[in-house]
């Protein structure tokens, strides 16, 4: 338990910049603004907050988030040890201890009260109370609170609330364009150009669609599964199949749509 | 307490093959993917998984999901003994330790919470990361997170996230053919060819109704339990009145049907 | 604390055999498969379970369900002892190391979670984890699980899942007919034949009405509950209104009626 | 915390029969069975059972049941003194113990889980399981099963289960004749019989009284508590205000209709 | 911790009788009777029961209920001391074994549980079972039961229940009138005669309104809080703007209306 | 643990007054009153309760409300300290005993009854009463509670009672002038008056909308962080896209709207 950080990446991770979302995080980052990154499912959201903590060499704490994460579990809480009550530090006690990137992944799904206690920690404050402990933390410097939501999944009920958004300043992401799409694709599935090419070409088809019974459409992580799988010998349109058609629906209608779409794409 | 799975196997697991499944199985646990299993009640998930874990030659830890099954449940807690607090293993996390394939039942009974915890070990991070230990895990190499559920159950309310669903690849199942059903079963419940043929027809027959007022159909798993009950000497009728109707339906209009089935299908 | 059993009869339970149950129960436990019992309240269902122990001569552990019982109430808990955290396992776990029967009442009142424990115990694998202490239990030969419920109660909230239901076979029961009621009666209460003849005819009336604005009929039990009223002196017809017509209803236009018909049945 | 029950008499309880209850009580007490008592708020069915209770020479145990009482609450729990559990006997244990009278007032109150505990114990088993000391008490001769409550507040989310009413015998309760309400009058609340009189003409005149916007009519309880004011020296007017008419409504018109009441019954 | 009273007064509290409440409550209290006192907020409830208890020489214990005050707040509870489990007294307990004035201000925020265990306290019994402890307490002499409500807020949801209103009696509470409230404007603000007329000339008007958006009128204790603004030097209508508009509304018209009464009633 | 408050100031904070709201507080603070601070997100009142601390002298203690803040979090509790349970002051109890000011942000966000604890301390009694301790402490001079909430945000659910409103006077806030907002904009970001001019006009444009899909419109807080943004050398339309545009909303034709006056208002 000799470690803050749940993530240390020697060599710099793999990600093409689709758009100027490097500089604005950089700027961010400079002058201690917290930052909401916007985006689909598997678009690349999570891959770009470890390019960017490798880049400004700070570490990076993720926390994917859920409806049951309390304060507690961020924060710190006490613990039993020998009939004393020990404190022990949250992912976030950490992060503004070391001055690392704290990433908390899905923000949407923890809960309000949640949410609330980063909100001295988001603003010019910088300062995390821990009332449990009775102080409140200055943030190391470098320490930067970055959270990620897909606004596609926004209802009444589960959305940021105003008061914590601005305390942020948001970068909007979507998928790469075509041609950036194939290089990831070549390189992450290894499979040929030919190959990611058409991938694309069928995700870019999925994309199009409107009203078409899709929740989710084929994001750049299912487009690279397919490639994995086609890497081991499985046919393109079983591929497909297996990473992109089976976890896009259970609705045999829109199934029978996205099998028809795979043999005009993906056929041999 | 010195094993961590709960399923070793001497001998292989009765499985036979309907499709191309364990092909693809095999290309997803190549390739570190997740896997998710779709299909109905007693058409042999479970049974597959067994099989597959004995071809792969990795430990299988098999969890039942439900409605109550907290992150706590699947990773492990904090345990008071003696005056001192020890951690101990959840399934989930020993799984992870020793490359063990680990399979979440009913994954959808879960709460989403639950399966949120699962995202950093689903996607190409493979790790697991212990909050309340401070630490994160990387998964060992075997190790394969397989899911399964049913769509027929879905509901607003039940249903994995998008963001969770496209973190694996998809595999379909639905009952045997005809002629593998028979073959099944009377291996199983050591029965007659004939016996075996006969509750198939039937199960069959039942398979064809829609809109008959069943939320399920008769399964492989069912039919099984009939044939055992024959071969204790129980006539055909009642050992499918008992094994099949009744677990089928509680509506008296429904069960009257369904006994008029029995008698055209198996009566001697 | 030297017993795992709830129930242990030194004498062969009173029950009267209404149709082919035994016969069906005892296929079942012979090939180890879970059993249903469905049937009103108060038609026997527990005692015929007591009868069946102690004729297959296995020890009966007996769970009244409800809302509240917790899967560790069922599989058994860490409970702390002079500092130590000390395992003491539940009913369920009870019955299967001693392979007793476990008979779960009324189990559409536990929670969906409770039930979905059962499922590994419940198919051909015959088997309990109990993930806390990390250990799968094979159930001792003999073990059987059964369970009961009231198809009449069901609602969209409190129902079996069709996966529970297809771990089962299901035995139906009803009231007794007429003449074994009779008989029933007599004995268990006390009563000459003829003061039982004339509460089942009453009862039998009260069974024929139907949107009568009862959500139960008379059952066997209450029925008995009238004669040992009688014994004690009372009245046919005060020993009925006390023990029929008032566990019935509240309903003043209900009451009314009742009383009519025990004005027309049971006064001397 | 030497005595298991919450009330002992050394006189007997004023108690004046209204029906035929006690012979009732009585009967169903030497069979064994358990009994409910129906009637509306304040009508005496609280002190019925005491005055049994003395009769019948067992100790009472009374618990004043709610939405949070736990099943726990009632049967008993494990509680930490010098670092070791010690299970310590609820209320009900110790009735069953020492074969009390066990008296649930309220009882629709409790949670459905705290009521199907009662099961084995209400039917001809008079057995109490305690499963987290994994045995099963036989009730001492002499205990005996009471609970009561005001069908006037049914509702569907608050009312007793069919399976938990049929295990009783119901004794239903309503306000005494007035001669009788007259003389409990006199002399519970020690005032003159013209007073008492004049106290209950008035409650009989709302009581005839329906669709007046009241819940509950005036019980004999609020008459007596006027009747206590008036002792004090306040005018019947002023005692019957505060008694009875604030307790009964909020509602600006249904008040100022029973004060009109007032002065027509109570004025000088 | 010596004391188990939270309010001692040396000096009489001022406190100014509207009508015949002190002769009211001094003849429940020599009766033993529990007393609910009814009437909006800030109208005088809780003053006048501290200058009863003042009067009856009683030492006085409050409690301010709200939604999560348990039975246990209530009543007390175990605390781990040095490794043993030490039972320490809640507000109502002392209250009740010293025979003080416990007073349960705006009791309808407590949960419908936390008010049952009041019954065998509030009526003639005047008993607080200590379940947890084994045993019963009889009420010291002097021990009254206070709980108030403003039956403006009424709602099906929060209401007391009728068993529990039928076991006190009731005292209706509303605004004093002009000339004493004048009165006690000017002794507790310390503002001039002419300044307090001019507050409830004020008040007056508001309190007239009728569907006017408000949910509540001015009450004599903002009338308080403005006049202390005034004495610090703002002018009234600054300190009414602050002490009355502000907490009334947040609506725009509504706001806007009261300002303009401002304007009318209280500009120089 | 060596301090009780969570914020100490050496130099006086930075803020500009907009109305009489320093001498309204200074005021209520003199005579003991509570403070409700009402205005929108991130105008402010955060910064002005600090500077009000700062000159008035008083250490300040800081709450971030939530819905899962209990009143043990505000009160203090029981922490297990070698066998021993130690009481632990929360930050409320800390500013009672210190004569602090105790400032509730976004006090709405706490649930109900945590907000009852607050209403002896709120009027003239400035007591709070610790329950579990058995005492009640008397408010040191100079303890001051403030409360803040959004008016915008008002829901039936979320809404202050009445009689928490009725303790307190009230302080409007709106968003400064525009010369003000210009001249904080100008300090606090570091940047030209020209560009801070540009920037409040872009947020008085969108101010003057209504009805346009916005929930929350630019507070001078989203400005300070596009002013940041473009002292790290980003064009202004990049950073009012980022600071501005992207936290107010995620519809596309909203957005769509704003991107337009960004081109109208920041274009070069």
């Not at 999944?153 to 300043?169: C, F, G």
């Amino acid at each position: 338990m000799d470690t803050a950080t749940n993530q240390k990446h020697d060599s710099q991770p793999y990600y093409v910049a689709v758009n100027d979302e490097e500089k604005i995080f950089t700027a961010a980052f400079n002058q201690g603004l917290s930052i909401l990154l916007k985006g689909p499912t598997g678009c690349g959201k999570t891959r770009f907050v470890e390019a960017m903590a490798h880049k400004l060499r700070r570490p990076l704490v993720t926390v994917s988030c859920h409806d049951d994460l309390t304060t507690a579990d961020l924060v710190g809480r006490f613990l039993l040890n020998g009939g004393k009550t020990e404190w022990v530090d949250g992912p976030l006690t950490k992060a503004v201890r070391e001055g690392a990137i704290c990433y908390l992944d899905e923000v949407v799904e923890a809960r309000k009260d949640t949410t609330v206690v980063l909100h001295p920690l988001a603003d010019y404050r910088r300062q995390l109370p821990l009332e449990r402990l009775g102080i409140t933390l200055d943030a190391a410097p470098g320490f930067c609170l970055v959270v990620s939501y897909n606004p596609g999944y926004q209802s009444v009920l589960k959305d940021l609330k105003d008061s914590t958004r601005q305390r942020m300043v948001a970068i909007e992401f979507d998928f790469p364009a075509p041609e950036v799409e194939e290089r990831i694709l070549a390189v992450e599935a290894g499979i040929s150009a030919a190959d990611a090419a058409k991938l694309v070409r069928f995700a870019q088809a999925i994309r199009r669609l409107e009203n078409a019974g899709l929740r989710e459409v084929a994001s750049t992580r299912v487009l690279i599964a397919a490639g994995l799988l086609m890497r081991e010998g499985l046919s393109a349109a079983v591929a497909a199949k297996t990473a992109i058609a089976g976890p896009l629906s259970d609705d045999a209608q829109v199934t029978k749509g996205l099998i028809k779409m795979i043999e005009v794409y993906l056929n041999d």
